[in-house]
């Protein structure tokens, strides 16, 4: 329960937290959070030689409204983003998401970009992220790009950033008149997502599906978006064949996890399940 | 003596001191010098060990000692087999760690003192054990079959014991039988997870050889014996601080530890603490054993049960040390609350290369009482009969009373047809039948059970020679516990348990008899603590297990009190020229009757008894302390088993129905507990909150066993629930609030007619959650026989009732 040894640094610039992630890159963790990597680094499950600590680095920690879009730090925690006016008004799928993380203390040190960085497969995040079409901003040594959420999320513990490069801001664009829910499977001590289903959609004038978006996670090693079951809602009214319809299709080309938490059989089951009762709480919302 | 304080919540003793973080655990312990201390694991679950060097670990700056399998043969013995192996056929040396062969991942192999823990941590890393892997045998199907691999040849079997109880006529009440219902049943292995884990400090003086333990024990007597065993040690005083919750778990396996971190501290002249982690202590600090029944009853067709018979086979993991406690504690509610006269059990104790078992709140209890009312839900169904009424006409009646079962155990008190009848009344049976039906119509999966239980309590150490009657060595009969109190000098007084506790607020319910006894409050008593056995009053009964505490402790404190307030009035008597017989203690002072200046406060009689002679009567000795060692008044016949193999398992028998109503989701498979509700017998209710938190707390922990707590294997004997995340205790959210409805009837054999309340609704409340669920899915045709239902395996019961 005591970390293997390890060189701690407290950068105080961004410029400087990148050229010591250059310098240390085969064996160097990013410190934002710690709700993964500490507990990791305990059980010494992980041992990097470097940590660097972000907390030192200034502005890093924001909910901004610009040009249309909400920009969220990426040491902003889950505690922020569920109690953030900004959010409720604008993407209150990201807030929903968030009060649905672990606990209180967990919520009050976690961060989103450390949560989105570290791409756990049964993270919550990840499934709001990509339903809500965000972009994550890749800072490295040569400058910064952005990300979209759908290329964000590589595979198991794996994010779309190079070694050299950290997660310093989220784009989450502001989508009127939609409707959105997030529900999971919750296992039972963590409250992590056996499997977790984000959905945001708008109706059409005439009731049909204008646009919808559905994120999973917990179900295969890396979150994703659900585009077949979403072609099977759009621009169609959504009754209960039409979210079954789309239900079945959650699991295209998707190979489940196998764990204890959950057989393949049963995962995929309860992703077809939660879709369906995640689409329907959506239409339920006024 | 008065019953002021008796039979209400009195202001918690222990609660504040917990409640505010000033409890004293042994980690809170530091002593000058103390090293930190890690253990190094197995990680196969069955492997020979070839070699094991730490020489490079004892290089690392900062450690101070380690030990490898062959010091621990070169400086400790084996452990002698104790009450728990009962019926082992070949003595089978066990060492506090492995020494040839590990027999299940996480054995101790291993361990190492160092300045701190991280570098304790670091120089695990640094010793090398070679192993030759071994095929782990996993399932106890496996293990059976000649040519399993075996994980000790000496046996010549992985079957380590096997054998039969019959009690009746068992062959005549199959014959007489109108049908024979039969059922295949399994619990599956599970734990408490108490709070704190195994937490150890050992100082020995080499000066005068004498080794002092602070341990987070629940049974002093397994550590002194370990110790004197182990280490041939004839000085050995055992400290017991607060405990952060037992429940079973720290009884037995920890004497290992406590044997490792002696080692570590004799060998390197220094104190050395140990903590263990979590995922330690869920490898390898023990579980319950998983168990499979083969259950047949002979029945009339009214529902009359007039035999049971089964078979069972424990699978008790790596060790022999454990061999049998799951089998003979069937011995203590067999009959449950049942008439049955006809019983008998066959068993098979199967090794694997898994975790120990160990005893874990009811040990094999919760298990009979599945047995029971699984196969009285069968019963019903087979005949079309009530479930309710099945259970009625089978009931102990409480004219009956004092009842002998057919095994020998002697039932003190109870209202079985009452309870039973209180619970279908409150929980709104019949109303359920209709809610059901509505339910039904619109597809929802609702159920509702009323099952019944005993909790027997204070336990009788010869039980296991009802398996093992040859037994060499007695594991003693009956029970000893004593109490030592004391008028200070100051007139408050000190009292001093002979037992550990685990946080069940012994302190409390002791001072409140003590305080009825003596007419002084509760605020005027002072519990010392931690249990010290150089001074505490201990005898084999001193053991925050077995359901003791109600019978030995308060009966011992009881005693103590009474002979106290003897000695009191007899000096008092002396002092004031009064009559003896006539005094009474009231407001801080003794009073003589009838005369408002004859009166002597405490606090004089104080000064008097430890600093005045000439004031005390002639030959009565000073001082006002008095020791009373109890043993149960009542305990023959059947103390000891003899060719009929009846024996006491325990003394005395609370009872209690439990109701449960649930919702399961046809979907997903999670069932939600809507309703729980317990009526309960416990005798006289000495503190109504301490009670009902010991009846909470276990009912959260059987419902939680229920609905998907557990450890899970590999095929590999890899445990993959390492961690409180993956082991799936139930959270506050999943618990459901407990309804509680005391109906006590008082013991006619214990002190004050007070009963037991620990081990309480964990046995009953796997069996109510597994009849409710049952009954939920009844429209699908699905039969529970095994736990846990977690929601998956619930979803996979509704998909092959389908198909």
Redesign the interface.
């Known amino acids: 329960m005591i970390p293997a040894g390890f060189e701690y640094f407290t950068p105080t610039s961004l410029p400087e937290a990148l050229e010591l992630l250059s310098n240390y890159k085969d064996d160097v963790k990013i410190l934002a959070g710690g709700q993964s990597l500490v507990p990791l680094m305990k059980l010494r499950l992980a041992k990097p030689r470097y940590v660097i600590d972000l907390s030192g680095v200034g502005d890093l920690n924001y909910i901004r409204e610009a040009g249309g879009a909400i920009y969220i730090g990426t040491l902003a925690t889950h505690s922020d983003i569920e109690h953030s006016e900004l959010i409720l008004r604008h993407c209150p799928l990201l807030a929903q998401t968030a009060a649905t993380i672990a606990d209180v203390q967990v919520r009050n040190r976690g961060t989103l970009g450390g949560s989105l960085a570290h791409a756990d497969p049964a993270g919550d995040m990840p499934a709001a992220i990509l339903a809500l079409d965000a972009e994550m901003k890749a800072s490295g040594p040569s400058g910064e790009r952005w990300i979209k959420a759908e290329d964000f999320f590589v595979g198991f513990l794996t994010s779309a950033l190079e070694p050299d490069e950290i997660l310093t801001e989220i784009k989450v664009p502001q989508l009127r008149g939609g409707k959105s829910v997030y529900l999971k499977a919750a296992q039972r001590a963590s409250g992590f997502a056996v499997v977790g289903v984000a959905v945001r959609l708008r109706l059409a004038g005439n009731g049909n599906c204008d646009d919808i978006a559905i994120g999973l996670t917990g179900v295969t090693d890396k979150a994703y978006r659900a585009k077949t079951a979403e072609d099977e809602l759009k621009g169609k009214r959504l009754d209960d064949e039409a979210i079954e319809r789309a239900a079945q299709r959650v699991m295209d080309r998707i190979d489940p996890l196998e764990d204890i938490n959950g057989s393949k059989e049963y995962r995929a089951h309860l992703a077809q399940v939660y879709t369906a009762r995640a689409l329907r709480a959506a239409l339920a919302q006024k | 003596m008065t019953e002021k304080y008796i039979g209400t919540s009195t202001r918690s003793k222990e609660g504040p001191r917990h409640a505010t973080g000033r409890g004293h655990f042994t980690d809170d312990i530091v002593l000058p010098g103390m090293l930190q201390a890690m253990i190094l694991r197995s990680p196969h679950a069955h492997a020979r060990i070839a070699g094991a060097d730490a020489s490079a670990a004892l290089e690392l700056p900062g450690v101070a000692a380690a030990l490898i399998p062959s010091d621990v043969v070169a400086y400790s013995r084996p452990f002698k087999p104790g009450r728990y192996a009962a019926g082992l056929r070949k003595p089978i040396p066990e060492y506090a760690t492995a020494v040839d062969k590990v027999r299940y991942m996480g054995e101790p192999v291993a361990a190492v003192a160092a300045r ?3 570098t304790a ?2 120089a695990l890393d640094l010793i090398s054990i070679d192993y030759d892997a071994l095929p782990a045998v996993v399932e106890t199907a496996d293990a059976m079959k000649p040519g399993s691999a075996l994980l000790y040849e000496e046996l010549e079997s992985n079957i380590a014991w096997k054998g039969s109880l019959t009690y009746g006529d068992i062959d005549g009440a199959f014959k007489a039988a109108d049908k024979i219902v039969k059922e295949n049943l399994k619990i599956h292995r599970y734990s408490s997870t108490p709070l704190e884990p195994f937490a150890i400090i050992a100082s020995y003086d080499a000066a005068s050889r004498k080794l002092t333990v602070w341990v987070n024990a629940q049974v002093p007597e397994v550590i002194y014996d370990a110790l004197r065993e182990a280490l041939e040690l004839e000085d050995i005083r055992v400290i017991i601080p607060d405990i952060g919750g037992g429940f079973g778990q720290k009884i037995h396996l920890i004497r290992k530890y406590v044997v490792i971190v002696s080692l570590l501290a004799i060998r390197s002249g220094r104190p050395v603490k140990w903590i263990e ?1 979590r ?1 330690e202590h869920m490898m390898a600090a023990g579980h319950s054993c998983a168990q499979e029944f083969d259950v047949e009853a002979a029945v009339k067709t009214d529902g009359t049960v007039l035999g049971l018979r089964f078979k069972e086979i424990d699978d008790v993991g790596g060790s022999t040390s454990t061999l049998t406690i799951h089998f003979t504690n069937k011995l203590n509610n067999l009959a449950n609350t049942y008439k049955v006269q006809n019983i008998a059990l066959e068993g098979w104790s199967v090794l694997t290369n898994k975790c120990p078992v160990i005893p874990n709140r009811g040990i094999g209890k919760p298990g009979m009482c599945y047995i029971w009312e699984r196969i009285m839900d069968r019963i019903a169904e087979e005949l079309r009969l009530s479930p309710i009424d099945v259970r009625k006409i089978n009931l102990i009646r409480p004219e009956q009373m004092p009842y002998t079962t057919p095994s020998g155990n002697v039932y003190d008190s109870g209202d079985y047809p009452s309870l039973l009848a209180t619970a279908v009344e409150k929980i709104g049976y019949d109303k359920l039948i209709e809610e059901q039906k509505r339910a039904r119509e619109r597809g929802r999966l609702l159920g509702f059970s009323v099952v019944i239980g005993v909790e027997p309590g204070g336990r009788n150490a010869a039980r296991d020679m009802a398996i093992f009657p040859e037994m060499k060595e007695s594991p003693g009969s009956g029970g000893v516990n004593g109490a030592t109190i004391k008028l200070e000098r100051n007139g408050t007084i000190a009292l001093y348990l002979g037992s550990p506790n685990c946080g069940q607020s012994h302190e409390t319910t002791t001072s409140q008899v003590a305080a009825d006894v003596l007419d002084i409050p509760p605020d005027k008593i002072s519990i010392s603590t931690p249990f010290d056995s150089d001074l505490a009053p201990w005898g084999v009964s001193a053991a925050n297990s077995g359901n003791n505490f109600h019978l030995y402790d308060i009966g011992a404190v009881h005693g103590a009190a009474t002979k106290l307030r003897e000695k009191i009035f007899t000096v008092a008597a002396h002092v004031l020229g009064a009559d003896a017989a006539q005094l009474k203690i009231e407001g801080g002072a003794v009073h003589a009757p009838g005369s408002p200046v004859k009166k002597l406060t405490l606090a004089d009689l104080g000064k008097i008894v430890y600093g005045n002679q000439a004031m005390l009567p002639k030959g009565v000795e000073a001082g006002l302390q008095a020791t009373y060692y109890y043993t149960f008044p009542h305990a023959e016949p059947n103390m000891v088993p003899g060719a009929d193999r009846k024996v006491r398992a325990q003394f005395t028998f609370s009872a209690a129905a439990h109701a449960a109503v649930v919702e399961v989701d046809r ?2 498979g999670k069932v939600r507990v809507l309703r729980y509700l317990i009526v309960g017998d416990n005798g006289t209710v000495i503190h109504p909150n301490v009670v009902n938190g010991q009846i909470y707390g276990s009912a959260a922990h059987g419902i939680s066993v229920a609905l ?1 707590e557990g450890f ?1 294997y590999n095929s590999e004997g890899q445990l ?2 390492l961690t ?8 506050t959210e ?1 618990t459901p609030k407990v309804e509680i409805i005391h109906r006590p009837s008082p013991s006619p054999f214990t002190t004050l007619g007070q009963k037991a309340a620990g081990e309480g609704a964990a046995i009953p409340s796997p069996a109510a959650i597994a009849s409710a669920v049952e009954n939920a899915l009844k429209p699908l045709g699905v039969k529970i026989r095994d736990l846990p239902l977690s ?2 395996r619930v ?2 019961l509704i998909r092959e009732a389908r198909r």
């Open positions: 701190d823990r991280g941590e670091d982690d995922s979907e997903t998907g899970v993959l629930t409180l995340t993956d082991y799936g205790k139930s959270s999943e929601p998956e979803w996979n």
